[in-house]
């Protein structure tokens, strides 16, 4: 069964430096999102991305936060300065059409010491 | 603005027994979905159900489930049987659609504790 695949699982990372989360989203979808989710709270929209481009940013996604699809396949989420608080789950999703089920994958635990 | 609400923090069943976690929203849109997930403790978002507003039939997904009253606005999960393997977190969420892009909204989660 295909599956959203995010890389790394786990990145311990120094506050002030760059971080990019990978994704891999299943193949014949359009659409692609990336959620936060601080630990004990609950999930929350950062940005959602189609035919390369964003489509909508919530107020999480500032100017330290940059997505791109490379290479039509990985979609990334780059955190350029990170920050104390950008400690999280990542979870990237994505889906085929709209008003189809989200996809996510298995999340990307972030922590900035 | 659209809302997820889930007033359960936390539940307790017994295994093989039934148990319903509550969730409501709220939206002026006359066109959304509910989705429920699972969160086991190793993290990943599971999708379990989903239910169109327009759908005249309550979703079902083997053991799970939904409750859908549309004039309550609420949209509770009913898991049967249930397995040890069921206690996880558990999320309701919306999806919004505006301007060509969609996103989920979700509540705050209902964490589901099935004892043996």
């Known amino acids: 069964e295909p599956e959203v695949t995010q890389t790394p699982s786990h990145q311990v990372t120094q506050m002030g430096q760059e971080v990019i989360l990978r994704c891999v989203p299943i193949?014949?979808?359009?659409?692609f999102y990336w959620y936060r989710q601080i630990l004990g709270q609950k999930v929350e929209f950062l940005v959602s991305?189609?035919?390369?481009?964003?489509?909508?940013k919530s107020e999480i996604f500032d100017d330290q936060f940059s997505v791109e699809r490379p290479d039509g396949s990985n979609f990334t989420l780059k955190i350029r300065s990170t920050k104390l608080e950008d400690s999280a789950m990542y979870f990237c999703?994505?889906?085929?059409?709209?008003?189809?089920?989200?996809?996510f994958g298995q999340g990307t635990r972030l922590t900035v010491v | 603005a659209q809302k997820i609400t889930q007033t359960q923090p936390g539940m307790f069943v017994q295994e093989k027994e039934a148990v319903t976690l509550d969730c409501t929203y709220d939206?002026?849109?006359?066109?959304?979905?509910l989705f429920w997930y699972k969160q086991p403790s190793s993290g990943e978002m599971i999708f379990l159900i989903y239910?169109?507003?327009?759908?005249?039939q309550n979703a079902t997904e083997g053991r799970y489930s939904l409750n859908f009253q549309k004039a309550r606005k609420s949209a509770n999960l009913v898991i049967s049987a249930s397995q040890l393997g069921d206690s996880a977190m558990y999320f309701c969420?919306?999806?919004?659609?505006?301007?060509?892009?969609?996103?989920?909204?979700f509540g705050k989660g209902t964490k589901l504790t099935v004892n043996p």
């Open positions: 999703a994505s889906h085929t059409d709209m008003n189809t089920e989200a996809f």
């Open positions: 193949s014949n979808h359009l659409y």
């Open positions: 991305f189609y035919n390369n481009e964003i489509s909508e």
């Open positions: 939206t002026s849109d006359p066109s959304y979905g």
């Open positions: 239910q169109g507003s327009y759908d005249q």
């Open positions: 969420a919306m999806r919004v659609a505006q301007g060509g892009s969609e996103k989920l909204v």
